[in-house]
């Protein structure tokens, strides 16, 4: 009898514990100003080597962030997925290197984000031009949402740049110093004028510092001057673009090696996991 009421009270104990860590552990993430929240991440990674090596960086990075930051971090090939209730799990959406295609798939999404849903976007997710295998035939997307129109140009071959913050008072940037160096990349060049939409937020862009960017050879792809948004958001919308996602790849000697990481930059990953808490809702002190 005696070693069945120990038995009791140990068990009593035990469940005790386990609920006194439980409720400690949810008033620290209140009182650190963290709440879980989920994130889907969408990919195709078929084509080019640089726009792969930038998916597989990220399907590891993303996940180590989650663990620090407390959200999930799941990932997705079936662009069949960007549907209605599969959305539903997730109050954020990651396009790392393509768009969908499909009529449906981009009805969904369009409801998905005017219903309130979150959306992150990376490089060459927000390519179009026409003619091409991606042309500019979702308007909704590329000049409303995005506002940037098709791709004009870019710079090559892939190189760090020094980017100025364009919004300090914004919660995904106002952590950050003036300028920073990103890490290296392909920039892009738009058919539209971002800083003219009312709608747009830019939020970093390229320094005059940067000058010249890129190396060429073809004179196109060194920028000498100019204007170049790099990270933008939309007012109407839970959204960041960030024109970061292409790595070095070693095409000369024709090894697809990668020779370069878009997470080597401490600065630009404070910026794009302050965006993602951002869109997921959490409040950073």
């Not at 939309?234 to 997470?263: A, P, Q, V």
Request: hydrophobic content about 35%; some cysteine.
């Amino acid at each position: 009898m005696k070693k069945q009421v120990n038995t009791g009270l140990l068990r009593s104990f035990i469940v005790s514990l386990v609920c006194l860590l439980f409720c400690c552990n949810i008033f620290a993430q209140k009182k650190n100003g963290n709440k879980r929240f989920n994130v889907i991440a969408f990919f195709t990674a078929k084509e080019d080597q640089a726009h792969i090596s930038f998916v597989h960086e990220a399907n590891q990075w993303f996940p180590a962030m989650g663990r620090k930051y407390h959200y999930t971090y799941d990932t997705t090939s079936n662009w069949d997925n960007l549907n209605t209730s599969f959305l539903s799990r997730y109050q954020v959406v990651i396009f790392l290197d393509t768009r969908p295609e499909d009529a449906k798939q981009r009805a969904a999404f369009e409801k998905y984000m005017e219903d309130g849903g979150g959306w992150m976007g990376f490089h060459f997710s927000a390519f179009a031009l026409t003619p091409s295998d991606f042309p500019q035939n979702w308007d909704w997307y590329h000049n409303h949402f995005l506002g940037a129109g098709s791709y004009a140009s870019n710079t090559w071959r892939p190189t760090s740049a020094v980017l100025r913050v364009e919004n300090k008072s914004h919660p995904v940037t106002k952590k950050l110093p003036a300028t920073f160096t990103a890490a290296p990349n392909e920039w892009y060049r738009w058919e539209n004028d971002l800083g003219k939409n009312p709608d747009i937020t830019i939020l970093a862009s390229i320094d005059s510092s940067s000058f010249p960017l890129g190396t060429g050879p073809k004179p196109s792809e060194i920028w000498h001057s100019g204007y170049y948004p790099v990270v933008w958001t939309n007012k109407n919308y839970k959204m960041i673009y960030c024109n970061m996602g292409h790595n070095d790849i070693d095409y000369e000697n024709k090894t697809n090696k990668t020779l370069s990481s878009t997470f080597s930059s401490k600065e630009q990953n404070k910026l794009i996991i302050d965006g993602l808490l951002w869109l997921g809702g959490v409040k950073r002190k």
